[in-house]
């Protein structure tokens, strides 16, 4: 399996910041690669596909990087409501993983 | 507007079985492959297993293949995980989700999740 590995597992930073965070894959997988976010005792939510694409209805400050094995997620003004962790998920392979999770703190 | 509904979580004795189900609506529901993921307490994600729309593709971890077994009922518009042989490891929270037809294996709906709690 593609093994999936975030950086950094926890990040703290404050309201208006510019927040990144990586996520690398083991092999390349393209742009194969979608990015959710999970708000505490939630089901996570889709954020971005394909690498960059925008899910619906996802709040604009949110964007995406990256092609191979080397991806970012980007949050350009960070908001009290972003406190969450955020997974990378590759899917390149029938064998889809995430990455461990990257906690966002304010 | 797509709703996913899991039940049948609870505490089961280490080696007995439970039988997940989730309920599907607002969406044509044979149209998509739906899956499960499940979160063991304060960890990560983890694709437990996914099937097509119409059972012709099915997917399995490792960690639960032989033990698992997903399946579908599409004139209900329901998915099912029948677990067996279940391990203190599998405890965790399962969510059904439904894979988005956009792109690849990318979830786009979830459910709120069920909690199994495999302990004697």
């Known amino acids: 399996d593609i093994q999936m590995t975030q950086s950094p597992s926890t990040l703290s930073a404050s309201v208006g910041d510019r927040v990144t965070i990586t996520c690398r894959a083991s092999q390349s997988i393209s742009n194969w690669l979608a990015w959710y976010q999970q708000k505490p005792g939630k089901a996570p939510n889709l954020l971005i596909y394909e690498a960059s694409i925008l899910e619906s209805g996802v709040p604009s400050r949110f964007s995406g990087s990256g092609s191979g094995t080397e991806f970012t997620l980007t949050i350009s003004s960070l908001q009290p409501d972003d406190l969450a962790t955020y997974y990378c998920q590759q899917y390149d392979t029938s064998s889809p993983t995430f990455g461990q999770g990257t906690k966002v703190e304010i | 507007q797509v709703q996913l509904v899991e039940s049948g979580g609870g505490l089961v004795k280490p080696g007995g079985s439970l039988r997940l189900s989730c309920a599907a609506s607002?969406?044509?529901?044979?149209?998509?492959?739906m899956s499960w993921i499940r979160q063991a307490p304060g960890k990560g994600l983890e694709f437990v297993s996914y099937?097509?729309?119409?059972?012709?593709?099915?997917y399995y971890a490792d960690s639960v293949k032989g033990r698992f077994t997903i399946s579908r009922d599409n004139t209900r518009n329901s998915l099912y995980l029948q677990m067996d042989s279940l391990r203190p490891e599998d405890t965790a929270v399962y969510y059904c989700a439904k894979i988005t037809s956009k792109s690849g294996y990318v979830l786009d709906y979830w459910g709120q999740g069920t909690l199994v709690t495999v302990s004697s």
């Open positions: 607002g969406f044509t529901f044979s149209d998509y492959y």
């Open positions: 099937i097509s729309g119409l059972v012709s593709t099915i």
